[in-house]
């Protein structure tokens, strides 16, 4: 299972494998490629049902492709299909990347039915070559996939690619199809191609050993049509569940209908009205210094000391979105954060630096002693010690990362951060400002545009990228001090954070919005039922 989980594989349990091919395989004729067949669950099932519907056995080895990158599953796949009909000994299986497969053989080849289970490795661990041969692939077949898709996305765009006119794809997704941004050119394409597209979520675990939801995505006919997105708690019977489909959905509109229907339009005044500023209006974000060799080059306080190395040549950072307790970075967290032992002094060596003080030259050298001087982003710096784009200290932090919320903190203890987390510096500052400004972005509003983000990785977290900063919308910081009780309010929704009582903050904060802004509480309450409805819908076990 180690390996399998290596190539991204999960193989294909019986239980989804045949319905699929129920679906999918229509004709006693009809030709079957499964373009990540692992061990042959789907070619087998396949088999199954051309036999079932008449086919006859000196077609049946004409009729089966299969393709897979691991040598070992296909012999186990050879070996299930020689188990269905001795026929298939010769049956179609080549040990290939799919993305050279489709390079070669897009257009060249077609197939009534494709059905198969993508790998579903995400960006980190494929090379750069793999993931553009990818994308390549996945633009000729009409899907412009962003770097960041995982690779099961330009997977199905290939596969689609393979499907005859009218023909049909069945293919086992993660769960995250419904929910990323990245899914949506995909998705957009599909629906040029085929007349119905059903994306169904089902509530339950069918890979044995892995803790991982799936959707299943089903096209079929000649489009353009319509696409169509629901959940269920079980398989059952795929026809039904397809006939049950709601009302067809715009790829470009899908995630709004996540949001309950009688918050929409709450949702679209929101992020229509000009009280709320995007945050480029406000702040220029930067992300935080990328060190390489985090290890080395953030250091516990008690080793930096005992290591000797002077104070003018550290600073504090920040490493990760769960060091921001409240609202605010005080100096009082600083000194926390330093005794206890977590990694969070910053090796910040000018790049004129070149030797002289005895700790950090017998620092420096340990380093070279284990060739960290050659490793990733220390060999382009000359000297590769000298960490770059240490600013002045932000006025405010905010995580790379969202789980059920953002971690933005306001910045009065002067630290630096790592590249988990953004650096925002005010375009007008002044005292409090910040404060205001981060207490306050919990407010429903500004919350529900994080969540309509759609860059979601693993386990369901949010990820805002710098690009994003001008789709996040925050509260005008004079609009909130012109509220009366404002910094109270914000004193207040950091003690609240602090004490775990995160919903008592969001409501302080709903309160600070709705009196600047002078809307209705009932309308902020619906923006709060939208934004809560995303995020519980992407944090839903995957």
């Known amino acids: 299972m180690e390996a399998a989980e290596a190539l991204g594989a999960y193989y294909t349990p019986a239980a989804l494998a045949e319905p699929l091919s129920r679906w999918a395989v229509r004709g006693a004729a009809d030709r079957i490629l499964d373009p990540s067949c692992g061990e042959g669950a789907f070619l087998t099932s396949g088999v199954d049902r051309l036999l079932s519907l008449g086919t006859t056995p000196r077609m049946l ?187 067809p959905v715009a790829a470009s509109s899908w995630v709004w209908s996540r949001i309950p229907s009688d918050c929409r339009a709450a949702a679209g005044r929101a992020l229509e009205t000009p009280a709320l500023a995007p945050l480029t209006d406000l702040a220029s974000l930067r992300i935080g210094v990328v060190t390489g060799e985090k290890d080395y080059f ?53 790049v004129e630096y070149a030797g002289g003080c005895p700790s950090v030259d017998a620092y420096l050298a340990d380093g070279r002693a284990r060739g960290l001087d050659q490793n990733y982003k220390c060999r382009t710096r000359k000297p590769w010690y000298s960490v770059r784009r240490q600013l002045p200290a932000p006025d405010a932090v905010l995580g790379y990362l969202v789980k059920r919320r953002p971690r933005f903190a306001s910045n009065p203890a002067g630290v630096h951060t790592t590249n988990n987390l953004h650096r925002l510096y005010l375009k007008s500052p002044s005292t409090g400002r910040a404060g205001l400004l981060t207490a306050a972005a919990l407010n429903a509003a500004s919350m529900l545009t994080f969540e309509l983000l759609g860059r979601i990785a693993a386990a369901g977290v949010l990820k805002i990228e710098p690009g994003d900063a001008s789709k996040i919308r925050l509260l005008h910081p004079d609009a909130l001090a012109s509220v009366a009780g404002a910094s109270e309010g914000a004193k207040a929704i950091d003690r609240a954070l602090r004490e775990g009582r995160d919903e008592d903050a969001f409501a302080i904060a709903d309160d600070l919005a709705s009196r600047a802004l002078g809307w209705n509480p009932r309308e902020m309450s619906k923006l709060r039922r939208a934004q809560i409805a995303l995020r519980d819908a992407r944090l839903k076990p995957a």
């Open 298 to 350: 953030l250091l516990p306080d008690a080793t930096a000391r005992e290591r000797g190395i002077p104070e003018r040549y550290l600073t504090t950072a920040l490493s990760t979105p769960t060091q921001i307790a409240g609202a605010a970075f005080t100096a009082e967290d600083a000194k926390k954060l330093a005794d206890s032992g977590e990694a969070c002094r910053l090796l910040s060596l000018p």
């Open 61 to 247: 080895s004409d009729q089966i492709a299969g393709v897979d990158v691991n040598a070992k599953a296909l012999v186990r796949a050879r070996g299930a299909l020689l188990s269905r009909h001795p026929g298939l000994r010769w049956g179609r299986l080549a040990q290939d990347d799919f993305f050279l497969f489709a390079r070669e053989n897009l257009g060249q080849v077609a197939f009534d039915a494709v059905l198969g289970n993508p790998p579903y490795l995400r960006t980190q661990g494929r090379s750069e070559a793999a993931k553009q041969r990818a994308l390549d692939v996945a633009r000729r077949c009409g899907a412009e996939l962003t770097a960041d898709a995982s690779a099961w996305a330009p997977f199905v765009a290939a596969s689609a690619g393979f499907v005859k006119p009218g023909g049909r794809l069945a293919m086992v997704v993660p769960r995250e199809a419904l929910f990323t941004n990245y899914t949506r050119p995909l998705l957009a394409m599909l629906e040029r191609r085929f007349a119905s597209v059903n994306l169904i979520a089902l509530d339950e675990y069918l890979f044995e050993g892995a803790m991982v939801k799936v959707a299943l995505l089903l096209a079929e006919g000649i489009g353009p049509g319509v696409l169509r997105l629901h959940e269920a708690r079980e398989l059952g019977n795929l026809e039904r569940l397809i006939e049950a489909a709601p009302a």
